[in-house]
């Protein structure tokens, strides 16, 4: 992008198709797309929301876990650090950073810009996320292609339900669900005896808001 046109994250949600078209090897249907794709983007829900932020230490599943305790962005800014320690899965270094980043007006104001903007955070219904949390306690590791959603998506399903999506398989680990041409870490889930799923026993699983019973 051409200097001056993005200089903060909020700069986003204010460009013109015209600001766009004057731009070096940029046409009318380039320009249209993006601007089609930001206005996708203008409806965001809560958890990634709180990821694109940036916020030091917050990933994935800490997002997961501030939306599951916050019902919204006001109240999380409004978090103390010892309220931040209160959730299990966050600890002190993950609250200061937390506590820090909103107590800069800078960021403040990156925020006010993006909701004046017109973005819209899309907040989940509390009853419903805590009905839904069967998977809490668990930890799940992806290995091999999936047919039925992305990597991210089947992440994302696991963190909707309480549960945590890890990157490595290690003795915490309670279920490796395996999908087509599975790498090492179907290995070492079985050198560690550690539970495997199929992709459609995971699927079962997610339909029937209900873990599997013990492996025979």
Known sequence: MQEGLIRSPADVFYLK??????LERWGEKSAQNLMDQIEKAKKVSFERFLFALGIRHVGEFVAHLLTQHFSNLEELQHATEDELMQIQGIGPEVARSVVDFFRIPQNRETIRK?????VEIQYPEA???QQDLFLQGKTFVFTGGLSRYSRDEAKELVMKFGGKASSN???NTDFVI???DP???LDKA????IRTLTE????????RRKLPGPST
């Open 17 to 22: 198709k015209n600001d766009l078209m004057r």
């Open 169 to 171: 398989v290690s003795k």
């Open 127 to 129: 009853e419903k996320e």
């Open 200 to 207: 459609e026993e995971f699927v079962q699983m997610i339909e």
């Open 178 to 180: 395996v999908g087509v």
């Open 114 to 118: 993006i909701l004046a903007a017109g």
């Open 190 to 193: 079985r050198q560690l005896g």
């Open 183 to 185: 790498g090492s870490k």
